[in-house]
């Protein structure tokens, strides 16, 4: 079941922080924040959100309970706050001329009269939401900190209202107003130290411009975005903000990137080449067709996994949430306990004082926002690199993260092979003949060494042939019936062994020898798929990969922070040794399949170190650098898996934590629980970091939260504790929290 957020500061509403004074029965998220007019009122964590909301004019939804809107609705709250501040700023200081002792005996019962008249409209304003809150909690069978402040201060007043009109016994006019005041200035400021945390979650949403330049027959028309279509062209100028996604038909320029990605060094974009909605535009003008509106574009997904992420709460967070769902009673208890002790030591009017000061100083305010606030701010922190982390439990496993798997073609290295060398192997094939057939093979794969195939046939002006009835073996090969220049083959293209199956190899004689981080395609024709007795081996490519400038220096990072790697490839041995060793991966795991992969993941977190499977295939095997340790993590080992997103699907779903590289804008596909919207490895050892950080803090911010309470219960409860002190020390609390949470926003990028 989903959990509900506030539509100030997008923190969870919990069953201990539901004070929503102005929120309506509970809507969704998305709902709350981006209500039309009319629809269903907001829901807000407490009452400062809701007011802080008001007064920075929010539009709150129609039938709020001041019958406003707008500015409206801003006016009011400013005016109502200002005024009940300053009715019970005046009740104070009547009450200090009366605890001095200067007033005249004769004078004191027109002062009380007089701070009656004043603390009656003091409650009314001030009092008023905590009282519908409370209201609407114990319908609910629940309690919150609005009955806490309700009931104390109500309780106060009344007792002091009963006085003045006897003439007789103490009377606590102060204590009532200036309760209500102190709890509402301090969540003011809570609220707004929480906003920069939703801000960090959803200052995504400001990036998109509100209109685009639409080409028409009349030329370029400002149109709001809702207006536009899959198909527009729009006019881009130098600076602005591309208004959807989509690619330049017209025009060169370079476009940052760095609000998705992280990325502060522009990247130069030309025709035929995507743009994201968002992001900004060079110092060209350029002409774009749009792909991607509205609810489909990539930023709008990006907003909504950040969004859901705060759904999944991490253990932390649950922790937290049951202490603090079993704390309110308690605390009704001990403070039942405190006035009945002193009622008995000290009277009814020493009973109260004690009571009242244990409800307000026990807030369960920063024990609530002590796990939630700083994950929040750490899934917004790596939002803003262009990392999306799909929920609060994701956030912490990270960090416990003890080895981690890397995929190499496309993830270690860049994924955007070229074509080294194209070998025949039979004196009757030319090599421009034999990368035909193989080009015709590869056109209908989205693989990246299929796609270096491709580019170098029509580089050299090569006629690629027409493939149908194509086969796939992942890992191994792909098999496809190729028409071309009237003749037709079927053609096996793949490793030596997918290639040899059935019969002995041909003995490869060749004047260039594959260098070890060589991906080798063999080529074959003429046979039945895998006979290689009637389909020769007609030849070979050699294709060669560059590895991620940033790779050794993320691999370096990690193995700092005491996280193992391993390279997991379904490439040969030597190729994925040759990668390991320029990277600093010390221990391999290859050739390996898709599902063997699988199950060297699932070895890993099972038996504690990379294993071969169970029934491991004669092809499969380990490869070892000279330094490989005896095994690369501990038992029981928490494991985290590398790759592409989409080719490695499996392995990452069977990982603790699955990171997707180079998601792009397919991010419907991820099977990550991690998306990397750039291509930098160097991410990684940060989130290790970041998680690490965050999960210190939490701790921090319990023990502090835990600490607090049981000092300033016992205080409260011994009758040292004024009510006002107590709320005061209730605000420094939350405060304190929040401050210590907000570090989080300086962590450096990764």
């Not at 003995?507 to 798929?529: K, M, N, Q, R």
């Amino acid at each position: 079941m989903a959990r509900l957020s506030c539509a100030h500061c997008g923190l969870p509403v919990t069953a201990f922080g539901s004070e929503a004074p102005f929120g309506s029965e509970p809507q969704g998220r998305r709902q709350a924040r981006r209500a039309p007019a009319g629809a269903a009122e907001p829901l807000f964590c407490c009452y400062g959100c809701a007011l802080v909301s008001r007064i920075v004019g929010r539009q709150v939804a129609a039938g709020d309970s001041t019958g406003r809107g707008g500015e409206g609705v801003q006016a009011w709250a400013i005016l109502r706050l200002g005024v009940g501040g300053l009715l019970a700023m005046n009740v104070m200081m009547i009450s200090l001329l009366l605890y001095t002792g200067t007033a005249e005996p004769e004078a004191v019962p027109l002062f009380r009269w007089i701070m009656l008249g004043l603390a009656a409209p003091a409650m009314a304003i001030l009092g008023y939401p905590f009282a519908v809150g409370a209201a609407r909690e114990v319908s609910r069978r629940r309690l919150s900190l609005d009955a806490l402040i309700a009931v104390g201060s109500l309780a106060a007043f009344a007792a002091s209202a009963a006085a003045t009109i006897c003439g007789r016994g103490e009377v606590y006019f102060d204590t009532a107003t200036m309760l209500p005041a102190l709890v509402t200035f301090g969540k003011l400021i809570e609220a707004t130290a929480k906003s920069r945390a939703g801000r960090l979650v959803h200052g995504l949403e400001t990036l998109l411009p509100a209109t685009a330049a639409r080409l028409g027959a009349d030329g370029p028309r400002d149109v709001p975005l809702a207006d536009l279509r899959p198909g527009d062209r729009l006019r881009v100028r130098p600076g602005e903000r591309f208004p959807a996604d989509g690619r330049i038909v017209e025009g060169t320029t370079l476009v940052e990137e760095s609000a998705f990605t992280g990325e502060s060094k522009p990247r130069p974009r030309g025709p035929g080449d995507e743009v994201i909605a968002g992001t900004v535009n060079g110092e060209g003008p350029v002409l774009i067709r749009a792909e991607r509106v509205g609810e489909e574009l990539l930023l709008r997904r990006i907003i909504e996994m950040v969004e859901e992420a705060r759904d999944h709460a991490s253990p932390s967070e649950r922790i937290a949430e049951r202490a603090a769902a079993a704390f309110v009673p308690a605390v009704l208890v001990l403070a039942a306990g405190a006035g009945a002790f002193w009622f008995w030591a000290g009277g009814a009017a020493q009973a109260g004082l004690a009571a009242l000061a244990v409800l307000v100083v026990a807030c369960p305010c920063a024990m609530g926002i002590a796990a939630p606030l700083a994950t929040a701010l750490a899934i917004g922190r790596a939002a803003s690199e262009g990392v999306i982390v799909r929920g609060g439990d994701v956030m912490e496993r990270i960090g416990r993260l003890d080895v981690i798997f890397f995929d190499k073609t496309g993830t270690v290295t860049v994924g955007r092979p070229r074509v080294r060398a194209v070998e025949s192997l039979d004196a009757a094939v030319s090599p421009d003949e034999l990368l035909e057939w193989l080009a015709g093979l590869e056109s209908a794969s989205e693989h990246p060494s299929g796609r270096a195939v491709v580019g170098e046939a029509r580089r050299r002006g090569l006629a690629i042939g027409a493939v149908t009835c194509v086969t796939v073996a992942p890992g191994l090969g792909a098999r496809g019936t190729v028409e071309r220049g009237g003749r037709t083959h079927e053609i096996p293209a793949g490793t030596e062994a997918f290639i040899s199956a059935g019969g002995e190899p041909a003995p490869v004689v060749s004047d260039t020898a594959p260098l070890d981080g060589d991906t080798v395609i063999y080529v074959a024709w003429d046979g039945p798929f895998g006979a290689a007795q009637d389909g020769r081996r007609r030849g070979r490519v050699l294709l060669a990969d560059a590895v991620r400038p940033d790779a050794a220096e993320a691999v370096r990072r990690l193995q700092e922070a005491s996280v193992a790697t391993v390279l997991l490839s379904g490439d040969r041995a030597s190729a994925a040794r040759s990668v390991a060793a320029e990277v600093g991966i010390a221990e391999v795991e290859a050739p390996r399949r898709p599902d063997e992969k699988v199950e060297v993941i699932r070895a890993a977190g099972r038996e504690g170190r990379p294993a071969s499977p169970r029934r491991s295939p004669p092809m499969a095997g380990r490869a070892y650098s000279a330094e490989a340790p005896a095994s690369a993590a501990k038992a029981g080992s928490r494991v985290g898996m590398v790759g592409d997103g989409i080719n490695d699907a499996p392995a990452l779903a069977a990982a603790d934590v699955g990171f997707a590289l180079g998601a792009g804008t397919d991010l419907a596909r991820q099977a990550g629980n991690v998306v990397l919207l750039s291509d930098r490895l160097a991410q990684i050892p940060w989130l290790v970091a970041l998680s690490r950080r965050t999960r210190q803090i939490i701790r921090q911010n319990l023990l502090w939260a835990f600490g607090y309470n049981a000092l300033a219960l016992g205080a409260a409860a011994a009758g040292w504790l004024h009510p006002l002190l107590a709320a005061l020390a209730m605000v420094f609390s939350s405060v304190t929290v929040l401050a210590n949470s907000l570090r989080l926003r300086r962590l450096s990028g990764g």
